[in-house]
């Protein structure tokens, strides 16, 4: 299976849901390698046992990637082929791999990716949004400031935004979105290729309506609108206003409210001071 006759570090897709979506390449290289580096070894069992293959596994995740990293690369020395999955999907997207790719590459190894399912694609698709361009952003930071930084740097990104997103920070998440982005169309597709898979389509006022979500979330948010500029300054005072009364001082609150609009901090702020005059 070499490329230069070196060994070969497999990346390999697995299914996010629906195992029937396992490709027969992805079972040919998982029963051919000596070693399986998984995410976590309890998960890719359930997998190796539902196809009645017995591949050595060994533990590559986020906590270990530096030691095990050099590990794998004594395997490949050695002339063992090595696969590298995750949990679900691909490894390196939004999960562990990054550090191995770097060293193999740098060590002359070859690298073969086995396509499989991917939920940000799958999301995509169906969202009802632009495909033709887009950004995969991954998971925002957890730290509600940190990732209220990440959206302004997006904010006039014009392709369509995916992210993914854990259940119990989905509701602040989109709330986050909606203060920051504005009230744009959006996409929320939850348990992809399972049997409890929804779609959930709308402005980001709506979709952060939605409660108890559960499962695996990915989030599609159209992009920034040259449009967006020419919105009514009476909508930006509104939201100004909306601010002011959770407690931010008016010139921060124009700020803010400028800043997801494009628009002039100091003319924002001086209309608002004229407002009621």
């Given amino acids: ?13 697995t299914p996010i849901g629906n195992l029937s979506e396992v490709s027969q390449r992805t079972l040919d290289v998982l029963n051919s390698v000596p070693v399986i580096a998984c995410e976590d070894t309890r998960n890719t069992l359930k997998l190796l046992t539902h196809f009645d293959i017995h591949t050595k596994m060994i533990a590559y ?25 995750s949990d679900a999907g691909y490894p390196l997207i939004s999960d562990p791999g990054y550090t191995l790719v770097e060293k193999v590459i740098a060590a002359g190894y070859d690298i073969v990716t086995v396509s499989g399912p991917n ?22 930071n957890a730290k509600q400031s940190q990732a ?50 929804q779609y959930y389509r709308g402005n980001l006022s709506e979709l952060m309506e939605l409660k108890d979500l559960k ?43 400028a800043d997801r609009y494009g628009f002039s901090k100091n003319k924002l702020y001086n209309f608002y001071l004229k407002k009621d005059k």
Avoid at 61 to 85: M, P, T, Y
Avoid at 119 to 140: C, D, Q
């Fill in 215 to 257: 499962g695996e979330m990915v989030v599609l948010v159209e992009g920034y609108r040259e449009e967006e500029k020419e919105i009514d300054i009476n909508e930006l005072l509104a939201e100004v206003d909306t601010l002011i009364k959770k407690g931010e001082k008016a010139k921060d609150a124009a700020g803010t409210v």
């Fill in 119 to 140: 939920a940000a694609l799958n999301a995509l698709v169906a969202s009802g949004l632009e495909t033709n361009h887009y950004l995969f952003y991954g998971f925002l």
């Fill in 61 to 85: 995740h986020n906590f270990n990637e530096e030691g095990s990293s050099e590990g794998i690369l004594k395997l490949l020395e050695e002339g063992n082929d090595v696969a590298l999955v």
């Fill in 1 to 13: 299976m070499s490329l230069n006759s070196k060994a070969t570090l497999f990346l390999v897709a």
């Fill in 148 to 197: 209220r930084k990440e959206l302004e740097e997006l904010r006039t990104f014009p392709y369509t935004l995916i992210f993914y997103e854990a259940p119990h920070r989905i509701e602040k998440t989109l709330r986050l979105m909606h203060e920051v982005l504005g009230d744009r169309k959006a996409c929320l597709a939850r348990e992809l290729t399972k049997i409890h898979e």
